[in-house]
C-alpha cells in the first residue's frame, strides 16, 4: 500500500471504451490509501469547456491534496486538460498515458495533424512520466515526435481481470448461438479505425461453399460522426451476406456472447492495446488479428493463440478465416488462457505502475 501519495485517476468520459475499462480495473486493482476515479463532463459549456475541465481537474487535485502528495494518471482525450493543468497549477506528479498509435491516428489529417503532433509534444514535456501500451507505440511516438528515449517513458501493457471476466461471461445470455456452423465474432464501434470495410471485403471473396458454414456476430454501434455503420449495412446487402453476418448491436456485457463463440477477429487498421483481443483470449478463443500499427504483433503467438494476417488485405484476411475454421483444433484454449493470465493479469500490471509511481 502506498501511503505517502493519493491518486487520482481521470477518464475522459463513462461509455464503454478500452481504456475506460482498463482505468477502472485498475483503480480496483491498484493499492493506494487514498485514491479516486474522475469522469470528465465533455460536453457542458460550449468553447468555455476546456477552462471548465482544467479547473474541474484542479478542483479534485485540492480535494486529495490535503491527505498528502497527488499523483495523476491521466489517459486519452484527458491528457491534454491534466497537463494545462500542471502547466498553471504545477502542484502534483502528472503521469500520461499515450492512448492511441501517434502515427496512425495523425496520418493524413492535412493541417490537423499539425496539431495533433504540436499538442503531444506539449503534454509530453509537461508530463513526469509518460506511458505507452506497447514497445511498438513508444517507438512509434518517440519517432514522430522526435524525442530520444529517456526514463521518463515507459511500457506498461493494460491488464484483464480475470475475476471480473469469469463472473460476466456466466450470465445468461438470450442469444442463441447454432454450432452447428463455426462462429466468428468481432467486437468494436463502426469507425474506420476498426476496418469493417476490410472485413467485408474479405467475407466476400470466402467460397461460397467455406462460408456457408460460418457465421459472423459483430457487437459494436455506430461511432459518432461517421457514416461506417450505414456503408456496412450496404455492402452487407449489395453482396447478399446478410444471412452470414449478425449485428448485435451494442452489449453491456459480450462475455457470455464471446464465450459461445469459436474465434475472434480484429481488423483494425490501427490500435494501442486491444482490450478486446485479449479480454476474447481470456476466455479461451483463438483469435485473427491484423498485424498493424500498435500491440497486436506483440500480443499474438502465432500458432499459440491465432493468426495474423497483413494490415488492410482483405484477401489475406479471407485466407486466414479459412485457415481459422480449417485448424481451429491446433489451438488450445487453456494454452491460451494460461498465457494471457501470466502476461496480462490485472495484478501484475497493477503492481508495475506501483513500481512506476513509487
Avoid at 502547466?87 to 502528472?94: G, R
Avoid at 493524413?108 to 495533424?113: F, T
Avoid at 459483430?218 to 455492402?235: Q, R
Avoid at 493463440?305 to 481459422?324: H, K, R, V, W
Amino acid at each position: 500500500m502506498i501511503e505517502e501519495k493519493n491518486l487520482l485517476l481521470i477518464i475522459p468520459n463513462d461509455e464503454i471504451g478500452g481504456a475506460q475499462n482498463f482505468f477502472k480495473r485498475l483503480f480496483k486493482n491498484i493499492p493506494f490509501s487514498e485514491k479516486a476515479l474522475y469522469v470528465e463532463d465533455l460536453h457542458s459549456f460550449g468553447r468555455l469547456n476546456i477552462l471548465h475541465r482544467i479547473w474541474s481537474i484542479n478542483k479534485n487535485i485540492r480535494k486529495l491534496s490535503s491527505e498528502g502528495k497527488v499523483t495523476i494518471l491521466a489517459t486519452v482525450n484527458s491528457i491534454v486538460p491534466s497537463a494545462l493543468c500542471k502547466l498553471i497549477f504545477t502542484n502534483f506528479f502528472l503521469v500520461s498515458r499515450l492512448g492511441n498509435t501517434l502515427s496512425a491516428e495523425s496520418k493524413n489529417q492535412g493541417i490537423k495533424s499539425f496539431k495533433i503532433i504540436l499538442i503531444h509534444k506539449i503534454v509530453f514535456y509537461l508530463s513526469d512520466l509518460v506511458v505507452f501500451q506497447s514497445k511498438s507505440m513508444k517507438e512509434d511516438a518517440l519517432k514522430v515526435l522526435n524525442l530520444k528515449d529517456s526514463n521518463k517513458f515507459i511500457v506498461i501493457n493494460n491488464g484483464i481481470d480475470f475475476t471480473e471476466v469469469s463472473i460476466k461471461s456466466n450470465h445468461e445470455t438470450l442469444v442463441g448461438i447454432n454450432k452447428d456452423y463455426f462462429n466468428f465474432i468481432l467486437l468494436g464501434s463502426f469507425k474506420y479505425q476498426k476496418a469493417y470495410d476490410v472485413f467485408l471485403d474479405a467475407i466476400s471473396l470466402i467460397p461460397k461453399e467455406k462460408i456457408n458454414r460460418m457465421r459472423f456476430y459483430i457487437c459494436g454501434d455506430n461511432a459518432y460522426g461517421e457514416n461506417v455503420f450505414e456503408e456496412f449495412k450496404l455492402g452487407l446487402e449489395m453482396n447478399k451476406l446478410n444471412k452470414f453476418v449478425h449485428l448485435m448491436g451494442w452489449q453491456e456485457n459480450p462475455y457470455p456472447l464471446i464465450k459461445k463463440m469459436d474465434a475472434y477477429i480484429l481488423p483494425s487498421r490501427y490500435e494501442g492495446f486491444p482490450n478486446s483481443l485479449i479480454e476474447a483470449l481470456s476466455l479461451g478463443l483463438p483469435s485473427i488479428a491484423s498485424r498493424s500499427p500498435g500491440a497486436n504483433e506483440e500480443i499474438m503467438l502465432d500458432g499459440l493463440n491465432g493468426l495474423t494476417f497483413e494490415n488492410e488485405n482483405a484477401s489475406d484476411l479471407q485466407n486466414q478465416i479459412i485457415n481459422m475454421q480449417e485448424n481451429h483444433s491446433s489451438f488450445d484454449s487453456l494454452e491460451i488462457i494460461a498465457d494471457i493470465k501470466e502476461r496480462y493479469h490485472i495484478e501484475k500490471i497493477a503492481k508495475q505502475y506501483v513500481e512506476a509511481l513509487k
